[in-house]
């Protein structure tokens, strides 16, 4: 028979100096501690997961992670098993859309360079070059936040679309 409990885990106080990944990897170490414990479900992002999944595979744990969506957690272990397509597929999906739904012929992918967003890209250009339909250009990081820094951006009411592009020579 399988038994079924909840362990209460300690959440981030919002006053707190202690670090969300670093919680993140105090809880893991308290699961796999626990004997009783063969399965958790969590942490919520691929940054976290992929900082306790080792402490979890060497406890013998079977990890189910129902948000994160970084390509890399494929690498992360047998035992650790995705329930949200992977960063690629979302934007493989964004380059469909853009190409069907918008009928898009040109297209400026910004992103943030981290893990989340250069997946995101990737996945994006892929299907737009596989596509050959649009025409498309990453800019660097650094110029569009040398756009979103310009006064004149920041004296705009609101957001402008086409706006930031237009600086880029996009």
Excluded: K
């Excluded at 013998?60 to 992360?76: D, K, N």
């Excluded at 380059?95 to 360079?113: E, H, M, N, Q, W």
Aim: a neutral charge; one cysteine or more; charged letters at 20%.
């Amino acid at each position: 028979a399988i038994r079924v409990r909840e362990i209460g885990l300690d959440p981030v106080p919002a006053d707190s100096a202690l670090a969300p990944l670093t919680l993140e990897i105090a809880n893991a170490t308290r699961l796999a501690a626990d004997a009783d414990v063969v399965v958790a479900v969590g942490p919520g992002g691929s940054r976290e997961v992929l900082q306790v999944a080792p402490i979890h595979r060497e406890a013998g744990l079977m990890q189910i992670v129902p948000t994160a969506t970084s390509r890399l957690l494929r690498t992360a272990g047998d035992f650790v098993f995705r329930l949200a397509p992977d960063d690629s597929i979302q934007g493989a999906f964004l380059g469909a859309f853009a190409d069907t739904a918008l009928r898009a012929r040109r297209a400026a992918i910004l992103y943030v360079p981290d893990e989340y967003g250069i997946g995101l890209m990737s996945g994006t250009a892929s299907a737009l070059e596989a596509r050959r339909s649009v025409a498309w250009r990453a800019p660097w990081a650094a110029g569009v936040l040398r756009c979103l820094e310009l006064d004149a951006y920041r004296a705009l009411p609101a957001h402008t679309p086409g706006w930031i592009a237009a600086r880029l020579g996009i």
